[in-house]
């Protein structure tokens, strides 16, 4: 069965950083790009981030271009969202999210429960 | 990078069809067959639906389905029922290598 856990979230205050994980089982990690989706209280999906499978295309949201950074490790079967200069507006769930083939043109079919990022003083 | 125009919400009776439509670009919804449909219950992450306009994953019932024209896709569920009331988002692949979605349209059943 495809898993992804996501941890790492937390209380950070706004100028701070964080580093998001997220533990995928279940499929060869290494075959499939990777996405990060966030979604702000009462609020709808964003597209953040996504990783081609090999991890050598990487492309951001304008919203968090120059903040963030997506990483993966495939010997460890595990992408990474590394945050920093947080602000107010980037406090939401954050999920995982499997695309479907090794490039980020591929939808996304396996989410995630969510992390949950709060940035307040 | 703007989201995707959905509407906010729509409703239907048990039994009933409803249709929620994604307006977007050429740029994106339009240039693309990389639409595909979302629905999320309260609390929970979203569940894959629809994927390249109208293809159905294997385990989604055959009451939704999807379509596009021009730059505007559309989610059709037919014979609702009380399970199907949840958000619903659209999402297409864009121009600049990355993704957009709808702004959500909340479904409710009657």
């Known amino acids: 069965e495809v898993q992804l856990v996501e941890s790492g979230g937390g209380l950070v205050q706004p100028g701070g950083s964080l580093r998001l994980s997220c533990a995928a089982s279940?499929?060869?990690?290494?075959?499939?790009?990777m996405s990060w989706v966030r979604q702000a209280p009462g609020k709808g999906l964003e597209w953040v981030s996504a990783?081609?499978?090999?991890?050598?295309?990487?492309y951001y949201a304008d919203s968090v271009k120059g903040r963030f950074t997506i990483s993966r490790d495939n010997s460890k079967n595990t992408l990474y969202l590394q945050m920093n200069s947080l602000r107010a507006e980037d406090t939401a769930v954050y999920y995982c999210?499997?695309?479907?083939?090794?490039?980020?043109?591929?939808?996304?079919?396996?989410w995630g429960k969510g992390t949950t990022v709060t940035v307040s003083s | 990078q703007s989201a995707l125009t959905q509407p906010a919400s729509v409703s239907g009776s048990p039994g009933q069809s409803i249709t929620i439509s994604c307006s977007g670009t050429?740029?994106?919804?339009?240039?693309?067959?990389?639409v595909s449909w979302y629905q999320q219950h309260p609390g929970k992450a979203p569940k894959l639906m629809i994927y390249?306009?109208?293809n159905r994953p294997s385990g989604v019932s055959n009451r939704f389905s999807g379509s596009k024209s021009g730059n505007t896709a559309s989610l059709t569920i037919s014979g609702l029922q009380a399970e199907d009331e949840a958000d619903y988002y659209c999402?297409?692949?864009?121009?600049?290598?990355?993704?957009?979605f709808g702004g959500g349209t909340k479904l409710t059943v009657l």
């Open positions: 279940g499929f060869t990690f290494s075959s499939y790009a």
């Open positions: 990783i081609s499978g090999s991890g050598g295309s990487t």
């Open positions: 999210a499997k695309n479907t083939g090794p490039v980020t043109d591929y939808y996304m079919d396996v």
């Open positions: 999402s297409s692949y864009t121009s600049s290598s990355t993704w957009v």
């Open positions: 050429s740029s994106d919804v339009g240039g693309y067959k990389y």
């Open positions: 390249d306009v109208l």
